[in-house]
């Protein structure tokens, strides 16, 4: 089970309400997929923040938590796209104990520190 609320320093973000071990599946998430023609008008709203990139040239907005889980350079969970059912899947990178945020590293691989279009906060 998940939670939403306020983070101390983040804005919002997604906590866990019970414990996850490694690998645990935390959410699948439906995703709404922008077309390709669209997705340039997403950089004029609020959504540009929310969005991920999905198959080819599209993007994708997560339903449930998926898409406001915080980023992190050290996440404690990653994130695969379902491109054949339209899904995200997000999934326990490491051990996640209760009350703990839950963060993914938008970049797309645990590991990769390529700056991202805002100032992180650890």
Request: hydrophobic share 40%; charged share 20%; glycine share 8%.
């Amino acid at each position: 089970m998940l939670v939403f609320r306020d983070t101390e320093t983040k804005g919002r973000g997604i906590f866990a309400q019970q414990d996850f071990a490694k690998g645990d599946l935390i959410e699948t998430s439906p995703v709404i997929v922008i077309p390709k023609q669209q997705l340039k008008l997403i950089t004029k709203t609020v959504l540009l923040n929310y969005y991920f990139g999905w198959h080819g040239e599209s993007g994708a907005i997560g339903l449930g938590f998926a898409s406001l889980f915080n980023h992190s350079y050290h996440p404690n969970a990653i994130y695969t796209k379902n491109f054949a059912k339209n899904v995200i899947d997000i999934i326990a990178h490491q051990y996640i104990r209760e009350g703990q945020e839950i963060t993914i590293n938008y970049n797309g691989q645990v590991d990769d520190i390529s700056p991202v279009w805002f100032d992180v906060e650890e």
